[in-house]
DNA sequence: TAAATAGGTTAGTAATACTTACTTACCTTA
DNA sequence: TAAGGTAAGTAAGTATTACTAACCTATTTA
């Protein structure tokens, strides 16, 4: 069920990430306690300072562990398609489905990282910006390829594109709500693509 | 310059959520402490929990203070108007000129209360709630006029026009960029309604 | 065999959110 | 005009919690 670190870690460091996780299910980082991940993880509280600068490091860290599955699932998407307007379509769908299945990789990207400073100094947010990156190295291939208006501004659409995704996965990830990702996806692609307006 | 409460509150109350919404201009809210409140504002600890039940909800009474100046901005802009794409282009202009202005509200609404489950039974959060109902009924009534085509879900387009505005100003909020609005919002708003596929 | 190293524990400490008991000044209204 | 009530504010805590330092013990390494 749990188990996503398959690293030569040591077992405490493991059982800690995954206590981390576990717990984040339920409660937002602020509220847990390093005594509530240690119990949890069945090991003492100073273990965490053992393997961890402080706990917003334990949190990074258990964010990169949930990107290494979220990267494995995009990359294996993508590839194969020629249109740079599928390939859009299918990154909207796959980073959909992927914090739908990995709420908690969601709720830490979407909610807690980002008002720490220190945190976009963090490998997590390095792998962020490659595949941001990798959006806009789309766009202006679509653009030089001649499927994308060329009077779009390629950031603009990123915005766009990722705005759209983030806020469709907030209900999901604070209220748990569940959410058709097939079907979501299709409504953002439909209104991007082809736009709003009669 | 600050005051931006001018309720009959108690002098004391005025001073510390003006203290808080100055030192949120620098830091996170997890990293200012009490005393630091309590000390810019120049009163003694205690008389913060005088007024609130606890830090958090200080955050949210200063979330609701912007929220006004944020509401009248908003609907100052909208009324006149006619065409529902028109008021919805304005909406997007308006609420990202309200963000850029008032950064602290930004930072607040958008990185510190979604992760804290109560927040969503905050008056802040109705007025949110209130907000986004608006623009929901400005797209079904768009989609009723003929004016957006009616294959669009309304959700999924309120979805996407929240992101955009979101996203686009995570860097402004996080990273203290400057933001153009006046552009920006032309650009999501040509990506919205006219589609960005060619 | 000595020593270093890795994995883990115990028992703290400093900081910080929050509380309780108290003071002072102001406003009623009888 | 004085008593009583209340609003505004202070002082001095306490409990919790993130984090540390010193110690233990087994297993590898030289």
Redesign the interface.
């Known amino acids: 069920m749990e188990s996503e670190q398959k690293k030569s870690y040591p077992p405490g460091k493991i059982k800690i990430m995954n206590a981390l996780s576990e717990l984040m299910r339920e409660k937002?980082?602020?509220?847990i306690t390093t005594a509530d991940i240690a119990t949890t993880a069945g090991v003492t509280e100073g273990l965490i300072y053992k393997y961890f600068k402080d706990k917003k490091d334990l949190l990074y860290q258990v964010l990169n562990g949930h990107f290494q599955t979220f990267q494995n699932y995009i990359v294996s998407k993508i590839e194969t398609r020629k249109s740079n307007?599928e390939k859009l379509s299918i990154i909207i769908k796959t980073t959909l489905k992927s914090y739908s299945i990995n709420r908690v990789f969601a709720?830490i990207l979407l909610?807690?990282v980002?008002?720490?400073?220190n945190y976009?100094e963090s490998d997590a947010y390095d792998m962020v910006k490659i595949y941001s990156r990798t959006i806009l190295d789309i766009i202006n291939q679509g653009i030089k390829d001649?499927?994308?208006?060329e009077?779009?501004?390629p950031h603009?659409?990123r915005?766009?594109i990722?705005?759209?995704?983030?806020?469709?996965c907030?209900g999901e990830v604070?209220?748990g709500k569940e959410l058709d990702t097939d079907k979501?996806s299709e409504?953002?692609c439909?209104?991007?693509?082809?736009?709003?307006?009669?």
């Open positions: 937002d980082f602020h509220s307007i709720r909610l807690e980002r008002n720490s400073p976009f001649g499927e994308i208006k009077d779009i501004d603009a659409l915005q766009v990722l705005g759209s995704i983030e806020h469709a907030l604070i209220f979501v409504h953002i439909n209104i991007i693509f082809r736009g709003a307006k009669k």
